[in-house]
């Protein structure tokens, strides 16, 4: 898969709906009604990270719900590409880029998400090809108003910023041309997971679907 491929079909992806949850999961045994919740209430891409021992079999439950379009974020090595996409992810997220880890991904025909914090960062991802990026860790890395900044040198590049992104300011980013979705937490808050709320988490999902 060519970088080109890859945002393409990243493209298409940000394009289902104006947020991804970003999940972290510890019990993969919630994992298939948590999708579910979430895809019936209107968000059907899923990041899950590799940051627990039960990610992968997460992954592999959520793969199997219906409309439900499944990724692995926190990609750090080859390794992480090779297992996510084994265990049944259809894109990956990573919160920087190096030449390893691209080169991998396009081998697994993977397509990549790959993190970008300066105007740097993402005029190497896009000397390479990447044309569609994340935007991480979107506050601390000024906000909006320096995303808004780093478009106006840079209209080619579409971004999906997470990290620090909430209801209260997602719209913030939503409102910028060069957003074409964002990725946050707060729509599978832990207490809501770990009690099996799923009522709820969808209300969550519906309400982040909204956004426009």
């Given at each position: 898969?060519t970088?080109?491929?890859?945002?393409?079909k990243?493209?298409?992806?940000?394009?289902?709906?104006?947020?991804?949850?970003?999940?972290?999961?510890?019990?993969?045994?919630?994992a298939?009604?948590?999708?579910?919740?979430?895809?019936?209430?209107?968000?059907?891409?899923?990041?899950?990270?590799?940051?627990?021992?039960?990610?992968?079999?997460?992954?592999?439950?959520?793969?199997?719900?219906?409309?439900g379009?499944?990724?692995?974020g926190?990609?750090?090595?080859?390794?992480?590409?090779l297992?996510?996409k084994?265990?049944?992810?259809?894109?990956?997220?990573?919160?920087?880029?190096?030449?390893r880890?691209?080169?991998?991904?396009?081998?697994?025909?993977?397509?990549?998400l790959?993190?970008?914090?300066?105007?740097?960062?993402?005029?190497?991802l896009?000397?390479?090809?990447?044309?569609?990026?994340?935007?991480f860790?979107?506050?601390?890395?000024?906000?909006?108003?320096?995303?808004?900044?780093?478009?106006?040198?840079?209209p080619?590049?579409?971004?999906?910023p997470?990290?620090?992104?909430?209801l209260?300011?997602?719209?913030?980013?939503?409102?910028?041309?060069?957003?074409?979705?964002?990725?946050?937490?707060?729509i599978?808050?832990?207490?809501?997971?770990?009690?099996?709320?799923?009522?709820?988490?969808?209300?969550?999902a519906?309400?982040?679907?909204?956004?426009?």
């Amino acid at each position: 898969m060519t970088p080109q491929e890859a945002s393409l079909k990243s493209a298409e992806i940000c394009q289902l709906a104006p947020v991804v949850p970003v999940l972290v999961i510890d019990d993969a045994s919630k994992a298939r009604n948590l999708a579910e919740a979430l895809v019936s209430g209107g968000l059907p891409a899923l990041e899950i990270t590799l940051r627990t021992p039960a990610a992968l079999d997460a992954i592999r439950e959520m793969s199997k719900v219906e409309g439900g379009v499944v990724g692995a974020g926190t990609l750090l090595t080859p390794e992480d590409v090779l297992a996510a996409k084994e265990a049944g992810a259809l894109f990956g997220v990573s919160p920087g880029a190096t030449d390893r880890l691209l080169d991998a991904c396009e081998d697994a025909d993977l397509p990549l998400l790959p993190g970008a914090a300066t105007a740097t960062e993402a005029m190497r991802l896009l000397e390479r090809g990447y044309t569609v990026q994340k935007f991480f860790p979107a506050e601390a890395a000024g906000g909006a108003l320096a995303l808004k900044a780093i478009g106006a040198p840079l209209p080619q590049i579409k971004f999906c910023p997470t990290g620090g992104v909430s209801l209260a300011n997602a719209m913030d980013y939503l409102s910028l041309p060069n957003t074409l979705c964002v990725g946050g937490s707060w729509i599978a808050p832990k207490d809501k997971v770990i009690a099996g709320d799923w009522d709820g988490i969808r209300e969550l999902a519906s309400a982040a679907a909204a956004l426009k």
